[in-house]
């Protein structure tokens, strides 16, 4: 799939794309994304969070659900394997 953009603020570049590798129909194997190239301040998929720790301020960026988690590579079987050692 290929998802083209007009010029924006947010990131860089026009055309985002996400590959899926089937063995056989049904069957997804991998599915190959694409860097995303966020300008400055501008990542929707990271929030930072900041707390108090024994009187000072700690920031961390944090992982956050987001439309643009689709364009993320994913081996099927990486995936598998942590659904199986979690149970």
Do not use: A, R
Request: glycine share 4%; hydrophobic share 25%.
């Amino acid at each position: 799939m290929t998802f083209e953009f007009e010029d924006n603020q947010y990131f860089e570049g026009k055309v985002m794309t996400k590959k899926y590798v089937m063995s056989k129909p049904n069957v997804i194997e991998k599915c190959i994304g694409c860097d995303i190239k966020w300008k400055q301040g501008c990542d929707p998929t990271h929030v930072k969070k900041t707390k108090k720790k024994k009187g000072k301020k700690v920031t961390t960026n944090q992982k956050v659900k987001s439309f643009f988690d689709l364009f993320s590579t994913i081996d099927m079987e990486e995936e598998k394997m942590k659904t199986e050692s979690s149970d």
